[in-house]
């Protein structure tokens, strides 16, 4: 991604003293706010219900892997609401897609139309859409004063990072790239570089609302310890209570590794704010502990595990489409997958047992986007392997079956796109612009196709009551 020549559309923000007349009502998402420069490009926006451009904003700018702005907005609209962040949310930036146009454009047209704190500029994103967030704080060296890493980190081949940028960092407990945040975690420990690492219960995902929240209520407080926001002591009081009792939470359901880690980041957040006695007695008393030193151990036995179902089940991914028998894999695969769910009840460890489900999740993903990549490319024969592959190591997952029908439907195959199609559905499909793809334009008239799009324009109508 060519980001350089963006620092100086962030340096903007720091120059732009006139704000053009508001257009957008504050206190609403609204999930397409067109870009002025050029109509193809849009995000979706939340302003805080107090919003006036007579005082300047915090702003988080959020990059979501597929271009769903309004999901990433809507996710951060109660934390944006309670602490006066403006959030912007990109349309146009989406995974394999080289983002710095849609960057640019976003970023030159909300300095433009809002009221903007340069000192306060943050970035977020999920999976990709993360490492796109990354991406701009590395560029731009000083102008951003956190990220917001969900599910992914850093952009292939960093060199260095930024000194002034901190990072909140959350992944699931069994979400693939779970190893790499905790390496990313380590690594600006080392660097002595501002972080906070936060664990949820789930896969490769977006962090749930409230961590969300808790994130914006994280990067308000960093702002009172740098003299960016004013300090305010009712709400460093409230904040440090909630994260020792969250430490104290987790020590008394045994996790003792996430409730030291927890502890030092207290000491880290609010040292410079009020006392931290009690966090840091507990930090040393934990250290010495033998329940640490067990759960270190189990967290490497853990991250072994992962290790080894995604070479198991990835060598039989790589196969595909290479010469051998991809009937023949694509059972061994399945072999393999029913292994590695035996294992998966048979593990006693909850460690364990998430270490083989980040190894499944990891291989599922390297099947969808080597898919992704084949759709792009037009190898739709690969492409259906893929996804086949996808299927069979995930077959509640709606995702891979919808991906698997928009490949039949390319290539003309009407009955096994409705049988996939089918499948997407009954496994939460939900989404009615799935089926409004163009690719399917040719089952429009089929009975069978017509259900299925009843079937999920309900459910998305049932899910907004």
Not at 27 to 37: D, K, L, N, W, Y
Request: net charge neutral; with cysteine.
């Amino acid at each position: 991604m060519h980001l350089r020549g963006l620092i100086w559309i962030f340096v903007l923000a720091c120059l732009s003293i006139t704000v053009s007349a508001q257009d957008v009502k504050p206190g609403e998402v609204h999930p397409s706010v067109t870009v002025r420069e050029d109509a193809t490009h849009s995000y979706a926006l939340y302003l805080p219900s107090n919003y006036t451009p007579q005082k300047r904003w915090p702003i988080l700018v959020a990059f979501d892997p597929f271009g769903r702005g309004a999901t990433a907005v809507k996710l951060f609209q109660k934390g944006a609401e309670k602490y006066g962040f403006i959030v912007a949310g990109s349309n146009n930036s989406r995974n394999f897609s080289d983002s710095s146009t849609a960057i640019r454009l976003l970023w030159t047209d909300v300095i433009h139309r809002f009221a903007i704190d340069p000192r306060r500029i943050y970035t977020t994103g999920l999976s990709g859409g993360a490492r796109v967030a990354s991406s701009i704080a590395i560029a731009c060296k000083t102008c951003v004063a956190g990220v917001i890493a969900c599910a992914a980190g850093l952009p292939p081949d960093t060199k260095a990072l930024p000194e002034t940028t901190e990072w909140f960092l959350a992944t699931g407990t069994t979400d693939f790239n779970y190893p790499e945040m905790l390496k990313l975690h380590e690594n600006l420990e080392s660097h002595r570089l501002v972080n906070r690492l936060e664990v949820f219960d789930g896969p490769h995902s977006w962090m749930p609302s409230s961590m969300a929240e808790d994130a914006l209520s994280w990067l308000q407080l960093r702002a009172m310890v740098k003299g960016t926001a004013p300090v305010n002591k009712d709400f460093i009081e409230e904040e440090f209570q909630k994260r020792t009792m969250a430490a104290q939470s987790l020590l008394d359901k045994g996790n003792t590794l996430r409730a030291w880690r927890t502890y030092q980041e207290i000491v880290n957040d609010f040292g410079k704010l009020r006392d931290v006695g009690v966090a840091e007695k507990a930090v040393a008393q934990l250290k010495a502990s033998k329940e640490l030193q067990r759960a270190r151990k189990n967290e490497k036995t853990a991250l072994n595990q992962q290790e080894r179902v995604e070479a198991k089940l990835g060598t039989i991914v790589s196969s595909l489409g290479s010469g051998t028998d991809d009937r023949e894999a694509l059972l061994q695969l399945e072999s393999v997958v029913n292994d590695q769910n035996r294992s998966l009840r048979a593990e006693s460890e909850l460690s364990g047992r998430e270490g083989i489900e980040r190894g499944i999740w990891s291989a599922f993903v390297v099947a969808m986007e080597n898919g992704q990549k084949a759709v792009l490319a037009r190898d739709y024969p690969s492409a259906k392997l893929m996804f086949q592959a996808a299927t069979v190591i995930r077959p509640e997952a709606a995702w891979a079956h919808s991906s698997l029908a928009n490949v039949y439907a390319v290539t003309g195959d009407k009955k096994h796109a409705v049988s996939e199609l089918r499948k997407a559905v009954d496994e939460g499909l939900s989404n009615p612009e799935t089926l409004n793809d163009k690719n399917y334009d040719l089952l429009r008239g089929d009975p069978a196709f017509k259900e299925l799009v009843a079937r999920v324009n309900a459910k998305a109508q049932s899910n907004q009551q």
